[in-house]
T-cell receptor, first 116, second 112 residues
Framework: AQKVTQAQTEISVVEKEDVTLDCVYE???????LFWYKQPPSGELVFLIR??????QNEISGRYSWNFQKSTSSFNFTITASQVVDSAVYFC?????????????FGKGTKLSVKP | DAGVTQSPTHLIKTRGQQVTLRCSPK?????VSWYQQALGQGPQFIFQ???????QRGNFPDRFSGHQFPNYSSELNVNALLLGDSALYLC???????????FGPGTRLTVT
């Protein structure tokens, strides 16, 4: 069975602190995709990144970076020098490949609060 | 470039009633997926439409049905509403060959 676990329910940091959001996944497939989405208070899910299971290179995009480790089935997300605008719920998701595009299986999300 | 749009924004219905939610995909996208997000939870996959047919379905009862039109827009219908159907309903669109899904702002459904 496929499953995504985000063990951190809520995290609170002060602006400019670095913060890492954890994501652990379970799947029997060897080919799959992992995603991170941001959901601000407005409710709309914003796509942040897609990573396929064959690419274990870490990725950096501005203040955001992602660490994919297949050996531990983890896909962690780090925000460097956090800002108040980063306050949102962050979801990690898994999509298996095969047949169609596959549906997204989401974790329960981590609520990040960045205080000024 | 317009993103995914959904209507209405909010809706209040009574138990037993029926509801229709609408979604227009992002330009260039041909696949539409629907998700239900209960308060404090991650979105749960309802179903996905491609070429006007239901391609995949999650673990939702037959009371949940959908449709996709030739212009790729989609509707989600829920019959015999239950209190537990109260949630944010999210529509996502994507291109056939791509896996990232882009979400709309959602429709907040309240069943009383």
């Amino acid at each position: 069975a496929q499953k995504v676990t985000q063990a951190q329910t809520e995290i609170s940091v002060v602006e400019k602190e670095d913060v890492t959001l954890d994501c652990v996944y379970e799947t029997r497939d060897t080919t799959y995709y992992l995603f991170w989405y941001k959901q601000p208070p407005s409710g709309e899910l914003v796509f942040l990144i897609r990573r396929n299971s064959f690419d274990e290179q870490n990725e950096i995009s501005g203040r955001y970076s992602w660490n994919f480790q297949k050996s531990t089935s983890s896909f962690n997300f780090t925000i460097t020098a956090s800002q108040v605008v980063d306050s949102a719920v962050y979801f990690c998701a898994l999509s298996e490949v095969g047949g169609s595009q596959g549906n997204l299986i989401f974790g329960k999300g981590t609520k990040l609060s960045v205080k000024p | 470039d317009a993103g995914v749009t959904q209507s209405p924004t909010h809706l209040i219905k009574t138990r037993g009633q029926q509801v229709t939610l609408r979604c227009s995909p992002k330009s260039g996208h041909d696949t539409v997926s629907w998700y239900q997000q209960a308060l404090g939870q991650g979105p749960q996959f309802i179903f996905q439409y491609y070429e006007e047919e239901e391609r995949q379905r999650g673990n939702f009862p037959d009371r949940f049905s959908g449709h996709q039109f030739p212009n790729y827009s989609s509707e989600l219908n829920v019959n015999a509403l239950l209190l537990g159907d109260s949630a944010l309903y999210l529509c996502a669109s994507s291109r056939t060959s791509r896996y990232e899904q882009y979400f709309g702002p959602g429709t907040r459904l309240t069943v009383t």
